[in-house]
T-cell receptor, first 112, second 114 residues
């Protein structure tokens, strides 16, 4: 089955700096890679996703890059703000798999 | 309506109790999921229903019993739980059984077993 590894487990940045979170996946058939943000006590919320036919996708301060050859994808947050502080999960899915496989999560702390 | 609604939001139950968690969506999604999430861990898949049929059971103990009465409703019946079953239980739905189409989480039920 699919295995998704996520690094780092914790990340502390100063407000205004950039943050990068990296994930690797094992199943070369995986073709969908969402990122979720989860604030304390709340549901995971989809913030951005990318499909395997695209190498990069951007939405304001958030971008995701995908390297299919190396089987890794990354989340980039620019100009971080305190409200970006949360746990971020990457995930992967592919043909025939009816659910997402999640990474272990990254706790991002943005210091004012 | 673009939401997945879960009730109750919080539940405290004893080890001999029987209780049920409820999940509802009116987006026309045909796949529904139960996840269990422990603190500081990712969501862990428990069950998947696709077109009202159970398609995945991730070797979940029988004290958890899912039910899908219709395409909009998903229940999780709980019986004889253990304290280690305390967690956030999340329901999700997606359009047609593929998680890359409209995958939406509910706000969860925080379960405490005493």
């Amino acid at each position: 089955g699919e295995n998704v590894e996520q690094h780092p487990s914790t990340l502390s940045v100063q407000e205004g700096d950039s943050a990068v979170i990296k994930c690797t996946y094992s199943d070369s058939a995986s073709n969908y890679f969402p990122w979720y943000k989860q604030e304390l006590g709340k549901r995971p919320q989809l913030i951005i996703d990318i499909r395997s036919n695209v190498g990069e996708k951007k939405d304001q301060r958030i971008a995701v890059t995908l390297n299919k050859t190396a089987k890794h994808f990354s989340l980039h947050i620019t100009e971080t703000q305190p409200e970006d502080s949360a746990v971020y999960f990457c995930a992967a899915s592919g043909p025939g798999r009816r659910a997402l496989t999640f990474g272990s999560g990254t706790r991002l702390q943005v210091q004012p | 309506d673009t939401e997945v609604t879960q009730t109750p939001k919080h539940l405290v139950m004893g080890m001999t109790n029987k209780k049920s968690l409820k999940c509802e969506q009116h987006m026309g999604h045909r796949a529904m999921y139960w996840y269990k999430q422990k603190a500081k861990k990712p969501p862990e898949l428990m069950f998947v229903y696709s077109y009202e049929k159970l398609s995945i059971n991730e070797s979940v103990p029988s004290r958890f019993s899912p039910e899908c009465p219709n395409s909009s409703l998903l229940n999780l019946h709980l019986h004889a739980l253990q304290p280690e079953d305390s967690a956030l239980y999340l329901c999700a739905s997606s359009q047609d059984g593929a998680p890359d189409y409209g995958y939406t989480f509910g706000s969860g039920t925080r379960l405490t077993v005493v």
